[in-house]
Structures are given as C-alpha cells and as structure tokens.
C-alpha cells in the first residue's frame, strides 16, 4: 500500500503540490498580466445573437457561477485530482448537496457514526422525512461494513478522520465492498483539505471540502466544494446545485483561491507544531489519552500511514475523570487559545466537546472530558505556556 500511495501521487500530478497551489487557477494572459485573476461579480450575463440564448453549452446566468468560479473549480480540481467541482456556499451545503443529489425516498444509506455533527443532523431530520432510511456504522468497520449493506443502500457517507474523536477509517477497504454491490460512495474529507488524503484516487466517488477551513485558512469566508471524477456523477451534482440555486459570492471564491497560495506552508507548520505539542502533552499527568492519528502509539497509526501523508492542525485530548468539574476552568483560563467552533484558521482554538457527541458506537473512554484543539500560526513556546495555564486552573 505504501508503494501503492507513492504511485498514485507520482501519477496523479507531474508537479508536487506546493507547487500546483502556487499556479493553479490562473491565467495571466487572461488577466491584462496581472498575477492574479479579478473579481468578477455578475447576475445577468449579456447575449450578442438571439440563437445563443438557450444554447446550453453555454453559461446562461450568474448562478452558474463566473470566471471567479471557475478559477477556483479549476485549482479545487488539480489539487485533488478531479475532473469536475461544485462549489456551494458553506461545507454543510456541499454535504446535503451531495446527499439531495443522490438519495431517494426509498433508498438506504450508511453514515460514519463520525460524522460531522451537522451531517447526522440533517440525516436525522430532513432525509429520514424524505422516507431515507439512515444508519450509522462504526467507522472502524473496514471491509466489514458489508454487514450493514441491504437491498436498497444505495450510499455510503464516510468521514476520515471522523469529526472531534478523530478515528481513521479503512477507505481502500470500504470502497473495495462498495464497489463489488454498485454503492456510491462520498467522503468528507475537509480534515485533509484534499492535500494529505487523496479520496478521488483510491476509487471514493465524490469528495467534500469545507473550504472555511484550510484553504480559506484566515476565518473570514464560508464555502464548500464537491469534486468527482465521473462526468456522468458531475452532471448530477450540477444539475442539483442548479435546482437548489446555490449561488456562492465571487469574493468569497476569491478569497478561498488566495488562502491556496499559501495553504502548503500554513498546513506544514500547523502539522509540525502540532505533533510537537501532542508529544510534549504525553507526559502530562492530567491527560488520560491524546487522540492524534500521527502519533505512533495511536490505533489508528497505521491505517493513518498507510493512506496518508500529513497531519495537519487538530488533535484532541481526553482529561482524566476527576477533571471533569474543572474542564470549564481550564478551557477560561486560556489567553492563546481562543474558544469557538471552526478550525483551520490562523488562529489556535479550542472547544470542549462532550455536549455535542452524539454517536451510537463511542469507546467509553469519551465519557470523560473530551477536548479539541486547532492549532494556528502563532509561537509554539506562547502555546505551551497557555497549556500549562490551563492545567494549573484544573488543580
Ligand atoms: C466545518 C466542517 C464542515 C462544515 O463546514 P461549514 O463551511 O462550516 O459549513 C463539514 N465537515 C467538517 C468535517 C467540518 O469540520
């Protein structure tokens, strides 16, 4: 597999990925010269012949998106290795999207038990009152996931590492079994940002991307992307998008388009800084377990090694049960570390977890305090010193 992972990467792209997000959606000779392409915003678009009109080769109204767009789609496409990208306006929408896209009442679906909170919600809600039947899967499942397979499924959903408790999933052997009963598969994968996990390569059909986090990178904008590499897949997501009239602004695409620029030496440093503080904090007493899939002690280190070639800025912690009372304390007397939901920014941040984990198949451990944190681009030393401040505020 290792080989195999070398492989595809090799082949996949003649140029290494700093590289690709330094060039990729622009054009100069397009743009007067200008190193970087304009914003162009736009609702009606303007027709010189009648006969044009409802020519459907041709872009026919704003929602189809604008140059802006396209450059983004563009970059999104050879960074992944895909042949077409949808862009909607937030991770959330590009994860129904998908799902509208492709369930129908009748079908059955199968959902990582760590999914993205939202994810499941929208599952439990909105699909299950479309007659969607849901069920979750132990993300660890591997080839076994072909227990969960009825007549009618007709999707699985995955997640790598899933949301907050970070397990890594056998993909390889999931879509291997997907693919011998004809399953769609589609996996949010806005933990690799597309850069350290390459889904579309190892045979996922649809790749997600909450483009809020590393590649806008700076806090400030909300989109989301879906990439495929079947064409006949990508006419079904844009026909959706079309119908659902999801338009994105050409501000936010252009911003999204300059956080790639510099997304490889952002998501180098956050991964550097954030393995070094995870194997700092395994002495301290006060943890029961650090959930970091690069740390090699972890149980999911060798899936994780396998199919992946970075780590980037999460990891969670899980506090000894005495804590429990002072979580709260720890997580107010941090200075650096700020608090809020999102991750992937500049900025370190961190939350408390526990209130939000709903899952059906969690080791007992995440009974006790479950924190996480997002590490941002400030001095590693100014980091450690706000650790040590929280776990003075426990004591
Ligand atoms: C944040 C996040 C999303 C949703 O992205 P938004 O742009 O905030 O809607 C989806 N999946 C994962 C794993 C996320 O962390």
């Known amino acids: 597999m290792h080989q195999l992972k070398a492989k595809i990467l090799k082949q996949f792209n003649s140029k290494r990925i700093s590289t690709i997000l330094t060039q990729a959606g622009k054009n100069p000779e397009l743009q007067n010269g200008f190193v970087n392409p304009p914003i162009q915003r736009g609702s009606t678009i303007l027709f010189d012949k009648a006969q044009d009109l409802y020519d459907e080769s ?19 496409n050879k960074i992944m290795g895909a042949n077409g990208t949808i862009l909607c306006p937030s991770g959330l929408s590009a994860i129904t999207t998908s799902l509208l896209a492709f369930a129908k009442s009748g079908d059955h679906i199968l959902v990582s038990d760590s999914a993205y909170g939202p994810t499941r919600r929208f599952c439990d809600t909105i699909l299950k009152s479309f007659g969607i039947e849901i069920d979750y899967y132990p ?19 995955l997640e790598s590492p899933g949301s907050l408790s970070l397990e890594i999933q ?12 004809n399953i769609l598969t589609m996996i949010d994968d806005t933990w690799s940002a597309g850069i350290f996990f390459k889904p579309l390569l190892i045979g996922v059909d649809i790749s997600i991307q909450a483009l809020t986090k590393y590649q806008s990178g700076h806090s400030d904008v909300l989109l989301g992307s879906v ?15 079309k119908n659902l009239g999801l338009g994105t602004s ?21 991964d550097m800084v954030a393995r070094e503080l995870a194997n700092w904090l395994l002495e301290r007493e006060e943890i029961e377990q650090i959930i970091h899939p690069a740390l090699s002690n972890n149980i999911d280190y060798e899936i994780w090694s396998r199919d992946f070639t970075g780590a980037g800025a999460l990891f969670s912690i899980i506090l000894k049960p005495q804590y429990r009372e002072k979580t709260i304390d720890m997580l107010n007397a941090y200075k650096i570390f700020s608090m809020g939901f999102s991750w992937g920014g500049y900025e370190s941040l961190v939350i408390n977890c526990n209130p939000q984990l709903r899952r059906n198949y969690l080791s007992p451990e995440f009974k006790n305090p479950l924190i996480r944190y997002s590490i941002g681009l400030e001095d590693i030393e100014d980091l450690k010193e706000d650790f040590i401040r929280g776990f003075e505020a426990l004591k």
């Open 170 to 181: 056998d993909v390889p052997a999931i879509v291997h079994v997907a693919k011998q009963h």
């Open 227 to 241: 990439s495929c590499v079947s064409t006949k897949i990508y006419k079904i997501l844009v026909d959706t998008h």
């Open 139 to 157: 993300p660890r499942i591997g080839k076994d996931i072909s227990q969960y397979i009825k007549q009618n499924t007709k999707i699985i959903m």
């Open 58 to 76: 041709l872009k026919s109204y704003g929602l189809e998106g604008s140059s802006t767009h396209d450059n983004l789609c563009d970059a999104l």
């Open 250 to 270: 050409a501000e936010d695409a252009w911003l999204c388009l300059r956080g790639l620029r510099t997304m490889a030496i952002r998501l180098k440093h956050q």
